[in-house]
């Protein structure tokens, strides 16, 4: 069983910044992919970020490419996300996850792809 426990999210002018992280228990956190994904009232949940088990693989959503860093210290068992030049539309709770699947040079991209979720933390930009 796998426990993430996200922190860092809270209320932040359009243009600033905010770093989240995800700390892991239960299981080899290594042996994971993990990912960050977010959901706005009304709207799906949908994809931000994603780091290989090694981090040497990261993808990013288009909306968030060049703002948004996801990176990752598997001796802290722990994931973050740095959120950068913030806009009124990152608005919503972000949620991360972990994947249990070896999926070679892949990241999952898709909420059925992760195993085990976080409560997730708000974050709120205001223009």
């Known amino acids: 069983q796998v426990q993430l426990v996200e922190s860092g999210g809270g209320l932040v002018q359009a243009g600033g910044s905010l770093r989240l992280s995800c700390a892991a228990s239960g299981g080899t956190f290594s042996s994971y992919g993990m990912g960050w994904f977010r959901q706005a009232p009304g709207k799906e949940r949908e994809f931000v970020a994603a780091?290989?088990?090694?981090?040497?693989?990261?993808y990013y959503a288009d909306s968030v490419k060049g703002r948004f860093t996801i990176s990752r210290d598997n001796a802290k068992k722990t994931v973050y996300l740095q959120m950068n030049s913030l806009k009124p539309e990152d608005t919503a709770e972000y949620y991360c996850?972990?994947?249990?699947?070896?999926?070679?040079?892949?990241?999952?991209?898709?909420?059925?792809?992760?195993?085990?979720w976080g409560q997730g933390t708000q974050v709120t930009v205001s223009s």
């Open positions: 996850a972990a994947d249990l699947t070896y999926r070679g040079l892949r990241v999952g991209t898709v909420p059925t792809q992760y195993d085990y």
């Open positions: 780091i290989s088990r090694s981090g040497g693989r990261l």
